[in-house]
Nanobody, 118 residues
Framework: QVQLWESGPGLVKPSQTLSLTCTVS??????????WSWIRQPPGKGLEWMGV???????YYSPSLKSRTSISKDTSKNQFSLQLSGVTPEDTAVYYC??????????WGRGAQVTVSS
């Protein structure tokens, strides 16, 4: 059974870089035919897809966030990470990591609240 859980600071100051890690169990992050993504939900708003890293290491980002977003994998720890630079209070959200199979079946983590505030 695949499980994911997000970890990282719950409070980030404006202009700093938000860093979150997703730890995966039940599947290897090197398994082919998989994709690993980050999604967020600001308070009172809908879900926003941020980006994805595939099993071969290719990355794709939301055009609106591309200039500030980086997703990477750490195969030794079976983790993948999100970095969002130059954060503002508008980046306050619950951040989710997700695992996807090639048939578009996905499993999400429980989410991590990140607040951007001085």
């Amino acid at each position: 059974q695949v499980q994911l859980w997000e970890s990282g600071p719950g409070l980030v100051k404006p202009s700093q870089t938000l860093s979150l890690t997703c730890t995966v169990s039940g599947d290897s992050i090197t398994t082919s035919g998989r994709a690993w993504s980050w999604i967020r939900q600001p308070p009172g708003k809908g879900l926003e897809w941020m980006g994805v890293i595939t099993s071969d290491g290719s990355t794709y980002y939301s055009p609106s966030l591309k200039s500030r977003t980086s997703i990477s994998k750490d195969t030794s720890k079976n983790q993948f990470s999100l970095q969002l630079s130059g954060v503002t209070p508008e980046d306050t959200a619950v951040y989710y990591c997700a695992w996807w199979r090639s048939d578009n079946y996905g499993i999400w983590g429980r989410g991590a609240q990140v607040t951007v505030s001085s």
